[in-house]
Nanobody
Framework: EVQLVESGGGLVQAGGSLRLSCAAS????????IGWFRQGPGKEREGVSC???????YYADSVKGRLTISSDNAKNTVYLQMNSLKPEDTAVYYC????????????????????WGQGTQVTVSS
């Protein structure tokens, strides 16, 4: 059974940090691109960051310099370190796994992901 389980969300003050984890099982982890998406209240889902099978990482402009994605293949886990958090980062954060012929699409092509987690809530207070 394929599973993606996010953890690490919570309530933090503006300027604070959180580290989200995405633990994967049930598929060959290092053959898949892992992406992080978020959906804030009243907003559409947006791609935040993704890391490809080659270890290349991509970030949305709104989070560049503040968020860092990393992968631990030995643990089948991808992390999203979030620093300098802003109230506008408040959202449910989802991780997803997919295969992309063109890795640069991993931020924008949500429908390219085959597997999704249930999400973890991040709330940033001002």
């Amino acid at each position: 059974e394929v599973q993606l389980v996010e953890s690490g969300g919570g309530l933090v003050q503006a300027g604070g940090s959180l580290r989200l984890s995405c633990a994967a099982s049930g598929f060959t982890f290092d053959e898949y691109t892992i992406g992080w998406f978020r959906q804030g209240p009243g907003k559409e889902r947006e791609g935040v960051s993704c890391i490809t099978t080659y270890g290349r990482s991509y970030y949305a402009d709104s989070v560049k310099g503040r968020l860092t994605i990393s992968s631990d293949n030995a643990k089948n886990t991808v992390y999203l370190q979030m620093n300098s958090l802003k109230p506008e980062d408040t959202a449910v954060y989802y991780c997803a796994a997919g295969e992309f012929a063109f890795e640069g699409l991993c931020l924008t092509r949500a429908n390219g992901y085959a597997y999704w987690g249930q999400g973890t809530q991040v709330t940033v207070s001002s």
